[in-house]
């Protein structure tokens, strides 16, 4: 399924956006926008899909998304049936940010948390609950306010506890030289990941020592090439596992597992739950998605009108 544009829009002379939804069940919208996302869910429980990941969340779910990445909650159950569930959704530019971290020394943990969440953070239900105790200020009418306090919740996750969730990863800046050769490294293993490559294969592909492979792997994307190269096959496998439906011992093949009970507990590892539940869950959710013809190039009914949702829409000065 093909993940929509949403066009997200900042208040004239703002640059945050905080929006307060409130919904009777949160509905599958798979999408993406050029803005990076903190979104708070609270007395809602259901499943998460963040790019290739997928996982059950609860209330309290905090998770920092980056710029560009496809990604939707869909609920299954209201904890609290007295009350709507809601969504406290912070938006923000990663240019805006770093330009922040760059000028004010207060803000330099701004930078370290947008590196943290290349691949989308899932924060510990304890930094759920800190936001939550500024949502009075996030909330409030007072654009100052808002504002800072959505900066002390971002300063504040730099350093909490999170969980790294996609396969796709943005690679930070990098030297002419470094990027060439990680690009050249990359390339070889997206079009090869399925084959049993060698170290040695890599290593041609960049020009580079074994050894200083391994640092560039570790420097820029946080982890050696055999976890990347497992989790892009898994990531494909996940790929193939929603939009075909082809055997799962066949795409436990394509995917470069030589062995299907391999296969099974690497993705049961990954994605704590087995290939057949993962299909089953993302096709339930993404038929929602499809009879309700949600059509996110548009901005979201919730932005838009009262009959379905009630909500705050915020700025920064």
Same mark, same amino acid.
């Given at each position: 399924?093909?993940?929509?544009?949403?066009?997200?829009?900042?208040?004239?002379?703002?640059?945050?956006?905080?929006?307060?939804?409130?919904?009777a069940?949160?509905?599958?919208?798979?999408?993406?926008?050029p803005?990076?996302?903190?979104?708070?869910?609270?007395?809602?429980?259901?499943?998460?899909?963040?790019a290739?990941?997928?996982?059950?969340?609860?209330?309290?779910?905090?998770? *920092?998304?980056?710029?560009?990445?496809?990604?939707?909650?869909?609920s299954?159950?209201?904890?609290?049936?007295? #009350?709507?569930?809601?969504?406290?959704?912070?938006?923000?530019?990663?240019?805006w940010?770093?330009?922040?971290?760059?000028?004010?020394?207060?803000?330099?943990?701004? /930078?370290k948390l947008?590196?943290?969440?290349?691949?989308?953070?899932?924060?510990?239900?304890?930094? &759920?609950? !800190?936001?939550?105790?500024h *949502?009075a200020?996030?909330?409030?009418?007072?654009? /100052?306010? !808002?504002?800072?306090?959505?900066?002390?919740?971002?300063?504040?996750?730099?350093?909490?506890? &999170?969980?790294?969730?996609a396969?796709?990863?943005?690679?930070?800046?990098?030297a002419?030289?470094?990027?060439?050769?990680? +690009? /050249?490294i990359?390339?070889?293993?997206h079009?090869?990941?399925?084959?049993?490559? #060698?170290?040695?294969?890599?290593?041609?592909? &960049?020009n580079?020592?074994?050894?200083?492979?391994?640092?560039?792997?570790?420097?820029?994307?946080?982890e050696?090439?055999?976890?990347?190269?497992? /989790?892009?096959?898994?990531?494909?496998?996940?790929?193939?596992?929603?939009?075909?439906?082809?055997?799962?011992?066949?795409?436990?093949?394509?995917?470069?597992?030589?062995?299907?009970?391999?296969? +099974?507990?690497?993705?049961?590892?990954? !994605?704590?739950?087995?290939?057949?539940?993962?299909?089953?869950?993302?096709?339930?959710?993404g038929?929602?998605?499809?009879?309700?013809?949600?059509?996110?190039?548009?901005?979201?009914p919730?932005l838009?009108?009262?009959?379905?949702?009630?909500?705050?829409?915020l700025?920064?000065?």
């Open positions: 399924m093909k993940p929509q544009f949403e066009h997200v829009t900042m208040p004239k002379g703002c640059s945050i956006r905080v929006f307060h939804r409130q919904i069940q949160i509905p599958f919208e798979w999408h993406h926008h803005e990076c996302e903190l979104t708070l869910t609270l007395n809602s429980r259901g499943m998460r899909f963040i290739d990941h997928v996982a059950p969340y609860d209330s309290r779910d905090l998770v *920092l998304v980056p710029s560009e990445m496809p990604h939707t909650w869909a299954t159950k209201t904890i609290d049936e007295a #009350r709507p569930q809601e969504a406290v959704v912070v938006w923000f530019t990663e240019a940010a770093l330009q922040l971290a760059d000028v004010c020394p207060e803000y330099t943990p701004l /930078r947008l590196t943290r969440a290349g691949r989308g953070l899932s924060f510990a239900p304890a930094a &759920g609950e !800190r936001m939550q105790a *949502l200020d996030l909330l409030c009418d007072a654009p /100052r306010r !808002r504002l800072r306090a959505a900066l002390d919740v971002l300063v504040e996750l730099a350093d909490a506890d &999170g969980v790294a969730l396969t796709q990863q943005k690679v930070e800046r990098l002419p030289d470094d990027a060439t050769q990680l +690009n /050249r990359l390339n070889l293993l079009k090869r990941f399925a084959e049993p490559l #060698r170290v040695k294969d890599l290593c041609n592909a &960049g580079m020592s074994e050894r200083s492979l391994h640092r560039l792997f570790v420097r820029h994307l946080g050696n090439v055999s976890d990347y190269l497992g /989790r892009l096959r898994i990531g494909r496998a996940c790929m193939w596992l929603v939009e075909t439906d082809r055997p799962i011992s066949v795409i436990a093949a394509d995917a470069g597992f030589t062995n299907l009970a391999n296969f +099974n507990r690497q993705f049961r590892s990954a !994605r704590n739950m087995t290939p057949k539940q993962f299909r089953r869950a993302y096709l339930k959710h038929m929602v998605a499809e009879l309700e013809q949600v059509d996110i190039r548009k901005r979201s919730s838009e009108s009262a009959r379905r949702d009630s909500y705050v829409s700025g920064k000065l």
